[in-house]
């Protein structure tokens, strides 16, 4: 893995972050992604999120896993606005609140139209901000996850109409005799 810093990363990884998991399921989950998005060693990835937490946590699972190079920066509203021009990245997962700030700067939406695979999690999307998105076509996914998945399982395409959640490769969602829900990853 290739790791390019414009600033230091935080010395310790998961101190505010509640949940604990293994580092073999953390490696394991991004299979799926890895080849639901056709990902590999060329794929140059952008960590804008802490971090400390688990979706900062998983852009440097996904570098390892993909064997990818991956940009740190400072977790902030507006991402691209130090990013060196020459920084293009492919991947990068945001929360609706980077977007939506990116969307109203003229000089982010440049580099928001030029990433390949935007995923977005953390949040429901606004019905303004997938309609924004729509409009500037921009090539983005909403995630569906929780905690317990310790990522993402599913991704809905963000397009016209509602929006079609698709499982990720080996990922089977059912539920048990008392009908509840569940996912699991083979």
């Known amino acids: 893995m290739k790791i390019i810093s414009s600033k230091k990363p935080p010395d310790r990884l998961g101190h ?5 998991s293994s580092g073999i399921r953390c490696l394991k989950v991004q299979k799926p992604p890895e080849l639901f998005f056709n990902t590999n060693s060329t794929t140059k990835l952008l960590c804008c999120l802490n971090p400390e937490y688990i979706a900062g946590k998983m852009m440097l699972v996904r570098a390892m896993v993909w064997d990818c190079p991956i940009w740190l920066i400072e977790p902030k509203s507006n991402p691209f606005s130090d990013l060196d021009n020459d920084i293009s990245p492919d991947f ?3 929360v609706p609140l980077q977007v939506e700030t990116c969307l109203g700067d003229p000089k982010a939406l440049i580099k928001l139209k030029k990433i390949s695979h935007l995923i977005i ?3 429901p999307l606004s019905q303004s901000l997938k ?3 729509i409009e500037n ?3 983005a996914w909403q995630t569906y996850g929780m905690t317990e998945t310790v990522s993402h399982i599913a991704l809905a395409k963000i397009d016209k109409g509602e929006l079609e959640y698709q499982t990720l ?3 089977e969602i059912g539920q048990d005799s008392e009908e509840r829900s ?3 990853r083979q």
């Open 121 to 123: 999690g953390g949040a």
């Open 137 to 139: 076509k921009i090539s």
């Open 92 to 94: 990068v997962a945001m």
């Open 16 to 20: 505010q972050n509640p949940f604990k």
């Open 131 to 133: 309609s924004q998105l």
């Open 182 to 184: 569940g996912s699991n």
């Open 169 to 171: 490769p080996n990922v």
